[in-house]
């Protein structure tokens, strides 16, 4: 019905940025919004940032304000994470899904219904 697919992952030193983008395919996403989860090793997979369907709202966890930016493009079928000034705590598998609703007010991730199968993003130092 809907897959999401991530790429741009990679290994980076602090301080270093990385775009990751997210494709959707079989059905349109535009109708709603678009969320970046993350899990890092022993951890569970936490928020990240979320944007509404129209690209007009975001909202993020407190850790990546001011140096994560998400965005999207409804003609394209994609959403975008620009990660500036990483640090080795935001080493973590990144996911995208796509949200039950337009708002980007919403973080749990049972708001949630599709979700891609991840990039691995590590920072070193």
Known sequence: QLQLVESGGGLVRSGDSLRLSCAASGQSFSSYAMGWFRQ??????????AIDWSGGDTYYVDSVKGRFTI???????????????LKPEDTAFYYCARSQYGSARRYAQTDYDYWGQGTQVTVSE
């Open 71 to 85: 965005s999207r493009n409804n003609a394209k079928n994609t959403v975008y994470l620009q990660m500036n000034s």
């Open 40 to 49: 890092a090793p022993g951890k569970e997979r936490e928020f990240v940032a």
